[in-house]
């Protein structure tokens, strides 16, 4: 076999948000460094697309919607025993802070933070968590360095996670499970679908970043498959930004 440092071989992982943008490329990715994978999402149309981009067989889906109490608990019951676990899924949501209801932190906050981490709880006190495993958050710039207008809600979630993933990840090192955060800027994905931006101010945006583009999908999945390999075996509590040099100015 060739030698791959970063190889997913017997690994189960499961990855929520496995229906679009960076979670499907993280779902893809690690089936190509052969592993099996758990997808999980909403929508299984589009869960099934993934799969249908994927290597391997064996990978499974479980459609859950993260929000729902009953949803959250038939995702770690019908979970497999896990070597990875990617906190994908998640949203964002603008609104100029004087217009915040409780209503919109609950939404914003309740997939960005209460469902992942409640998630990553129960399947370590489930024992659904192998000696070895590595849990991942996928966060944002916008929970390290990045303000932008009108963005202090998902700022929030995503400074909650990183702030959560230190503490758990010393928590957890005495079982030997490693916990880390991936934080892109911004990615190509369907996350800017809602209209929050207009294509002129995005096409602007680019223009702040050394590297002159946003990242693709795939460069944040090339993370968290370091993240998950035995390779970052002596990793855990790192935010790892992830960012075109967007940082550097
Ligand atoms: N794109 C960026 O620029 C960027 C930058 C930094 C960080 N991130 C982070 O990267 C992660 C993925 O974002 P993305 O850009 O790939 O967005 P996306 O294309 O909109 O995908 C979001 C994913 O989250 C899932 N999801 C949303 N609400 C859910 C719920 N209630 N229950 C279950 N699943 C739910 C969606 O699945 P269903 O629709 O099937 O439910 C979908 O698979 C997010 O945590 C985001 O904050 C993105």
């Not at 859950?64 to 676990?85: F, Y």
């Not at 009108?150 to 957890?172: E, P, Q, T, V």
Request: hydrophobic fraction near 40%.
């Amino acid at each position: 076999m060739a030698y791959n440092p970063f190889s997913l071989e017997n690994k189960t992982i499961l990855v929520t948000g496995a229906s679009s943008g960076i979670g499907r490329a993280i779902a893809i990715e690690c089936s190509k460094m052969g592993a099996t994978v758990i997808l999980s999402g909403r929508n299984e149309q589009r869960l099934q697309e993934t799969i249908s981009q994927m290597q391997g067989k064996n990978h499974k889906i479980i459609v859950a919607d993260l929000t729902k109490k009953e949803d959250r608990d038939l995702l770690i019951e019908q979970s497999p025993n896990l070597d990875g676990l990617v906190n994908n899924a998640g949203l964002i949501k603008t609104l100029p802070f004087q217009f915040i209801k409780y209503a919109d932190l609950e939404e914003v906050m309740s997939v960005n933070f209460t469902a992942p981490t409640l998630i990553s709880a129960a399947l370590v006190k489930k024992k659904k968590l192998n000696k070895g495993s590595s849990v991942v958050f996928i966060s944002s710039i916008a929970g390290l360095y990045g303000v932008t207008a009108a963005n202090s809600m998902y700022a929030a979630s995503k400074c909650a996670i990183n702030g959560f993933a230190k503490n758990m990840a010393l928590d957890l090192a005495g079982k030997n499970i490693r916990v880390n955060t991936v934080n892109p800027a911004s990615v190509e994905t369907h996350i800017y679908d809602e209209g929050i931006f207009t294509p002129e101010q995005l096409e602007e945006d680019t223009k702040r970043y050394p590297l002159k583009r946003y990242g693709k999908p795939e460069e944040v999945a090339y993370a968290a498959v370091y993240l998950l390999s035995d390779a970052a075996a002596w990793v855990t509590g790192t935010n790892l930004l992830i960012d075109g040099g967007y940082t550097l100015n």
